[in-house]
């Protein structure tokens, strides 16, 4: 941006500033560390010119928001036009308990639904099931049988709100139950808005949540690609998670690389089935973690944009604009949650939810200051969205389109994180002899996103505990009384109510039409078709999730493989 006279004044300038004004500030007072790094130790300058961005061209690497390659963010108006999407997660106890929650975030402004399932149900289970005992109702919502789904949104127009999932495995069965809950109240398919997770990649690559093995969970994410593409077009069939790579604790830029890397192995293997990338591609959505490190986030997401513009063209003929333009959810880091003095993480989910919205994020969770200790209670659930609601009516941080845009630090930090993130994707693409898919399916069967990922967990470990990194409240400006808040406790007798519901569900049911359902299922499995239809038809004869989850598990076999470190 800057012809090379420019440059070169710049230069000596600047070794002028260092010589004249720089080096006795040094030689008098020092600096508060020899080294200046981000959270994932990316070392950051003292320091940013146009220097720093001279290889920078303006139209070819930023653009304009809406516009190829979307480094300015994915729409012209961007917030001036609305806001993004305030979408809180919620889901405990039955599914009585979580309807009221909706309600109450609904009545206080919130934007969007997101639902949080239970443990059985993320796992394909059955709530009386044996290895349910115990956690039904406490990670998030039980859901069984599309009793439980009419339940959970009852007085909710499924037309109006967009409702978001976040579910893997028994993904593909959630969204049938949506489906058909939807046809149940008449509702066209077609209206139906929101987003399924349905992300088995980052299962098997960081959050260890799986049923099958790793190539037949790949037919099932695919399954729901395609259906939904017919079915629903304005519903988002992946999400495609970086969050819990970041939270499994991997550095901002494996983050980025191995989402990418994970989101072309879904358009590769749509497009292997006979898709059409540019009727498949725009409903395909991100989610990204926001960590602490203001300026290394927002590079992350500019980066995300550029990068997946320019490989959706490159790499897979993409040609319509909404097949190249990223578009991502934001939750702020969990893992930087303290139940120690757990109000000063009130003030860490500003700081990340601002970095999100600089970054050009479609929708926010800003996580409650309690979560490091139990379920988020009503009152925590309120800060929480209140904080977005304050940068969004009060800040002005909605107001600019990608203020941080031009600012030689920001752009100097985007070109290096796409630089490091595209090299591992590289790398993955590599592993798989030119294909992103095979090269992912290879990582995981031979560890290599373990190995990546427990390396840069263990280095941010030993940075914290030799107090290199500060935690504060942890390792610095610690307190001995306990600040604990008062915390969400789960009913007792949720397991006693969700069981009597499953009960009194296969009570009434036709058994025959159960098992005709779940039959039909099995061979449409067996022949290679799409799975989906038969699995809406299946949860309208209110079959389980478990019975139907134990078709795929008997054809394909359970995956209890220990992945090594060899």
């Known amino acids: 941006m800057y012809d090379e006279e420019d440059l070169e004044s710049i230069r000596e300038a600047t070794d002028e500033w260092e010589q004249e004004t720089l080096e006795p500030a040094l030689d008098a007072h020092g600096e508060r560390s020899e080294r200046f790094a981000t959270v994932s130790n990316l070392e950051v300058d ?10 920078l061209d303006y139209l070819e690497d930023l653009g304009f928001p809406g516009e190829e390659p979307y480094t300015r963010g994915p729409y012209p108006t961007m917030y001036r036009g609305r806001t993004w999407t305030m979408r809180q997660f919620a889901g405990f106890g039955t ?9 109450y975030l609904i009545d206080e402004g919130q934007t969007g639904l997101s639902t949080a399932f239970d443990m059985p149900s993320l796992m394909g289970l059955d709530s009386d099931d044996p290895m349910s005992e115990g956690e039904i109702g406490r990670e998030g919502v039980a859901v069984d049988t599309l009793r439980d789904m009419e339940i959970l949104f009852d007085g909710i127009d499924l ?18 139950m949506y489906v058909a809950l939807a046809d149940q109240r008449g509702v066209p398919r077609e209206k139906l808005r929101g987003t399924l997770q349905n992300d088995m990649f980052k299962e098997f690559i960081a959050q260890k949540e799986w049923v099958i093995p790793p190539e037949p969970s790949l037919d099932l994410v695919t399954d729901v690609v ?27 830029v494996q983050e980025l690389a191995f989402t990418l890397a994970d989101g072309f192995a879904y358009v590769e293997d749509a497009m292997e089935r006979g898709l059409d990338v540019d009727e498949f591609a725009p409903r395909l959505s991100f989610f990204f973690n926001c960590h602490n490190s203001f300026f290394e986030e927002i590079a992350k997401y500019r980066a995300a944009r550029r990068i997946y513009s320019r490989v959706m063209d490159d790499w897979y ?8 333009r990223l578009k991502f959810h934001t939750q702020t880091a969990g893992q930087s949650l303290t139940a120690q003095q757990p109000l000063n993480n009130v003030v860490r989910v500003t700081i990340q939810a601002l970095a999100g919205v600089l970054g050009g994020t479609q929708s926010l969770h800003t ?31 909605a107001d600019i389109v990608d203020p941080m845009g031009g600012s030689f630090a920001v752009e100097a ?17 590599e592993m798989g002899d030119g294909s992103v898919r095979d090269g992912i399916l290879k990582g995981i069967e031979d560890g290599y996103f373990l190995r990546e990922i427990q390396d840069a967990s263990y280095e941010y470990q030993e940075r914290v505990e030799r107090g290199e990194e500060v935690v504060v409240g942890v390792n610095k400006y610690t307190l001995k009384e306990d600040t604990s808040p008062d915390t969400l406790q789960i009913d007792e007798t949720t397991a006693e109510r969700q069981l009597a ?64 470190l060899a």
Not at 95 to 103: G, I, K, P, S, Y
Not at 317 to 324: I, L, V
Not at 416 to 427: D, G, K, L, P, V
């Open 46 to 55: 003292r320091l940013y010119t146009p220097a720093d961005v001279a290889d």
């Open 95 to 103: 599914a009585e308990e979580t309807n009221e929650r909706f309600h």
């Open 159 to 176: 037309a109006e709100i967009s409702t978001s999932f976040t579910i893997n495995p028994s993904a593909p069965v959630i969204y049938a």
């Open 226 to 252: 395609e259906f939904s593409t017919e079915e629903t077009p304005k519903f988002h069939p992946i999400s495609v998670s970086g969050y819990h790579i970041r939270e499994a604790g991997s550095t901002a």
């Open 317 to 324: 003929g993409a040609e319509r604009d909404e097949s190249k």
């Open 367 to 397: 996580n409650s200051f309690d979560e490091a200790l139990a379920l988020p209670s009503e009152k925590a659930v309120r800060v929480a969205l209140r904080t977005q609601q304050i940068i969004a009516e009060e800040s002005g941080a």
């Open 413 to 429: 930090l985007t070109d290096e994180t796409e630089q490091r993130a595209m090299r591992y994707i590289e790398e993955i693409r």
């Open 501 to 564: 519901r499953l009960e009194d569900v296969k009570a009434d049911r036709d058994d025959a039409a159960v098992e005709d359902a779940l039959e039909d299922l099995r061979e449409a499995s067996e022949r290679g078709e799409n799975t989906i239809p038969y699995i809406v038809d299946a949860v309208k004869a209110y079959a389980t999730m478990g019975e139907i989850m134990k078709v795929f598990e008997e054809q394909h076999g359970a995956y209890s493989e220990e992945i090594g």
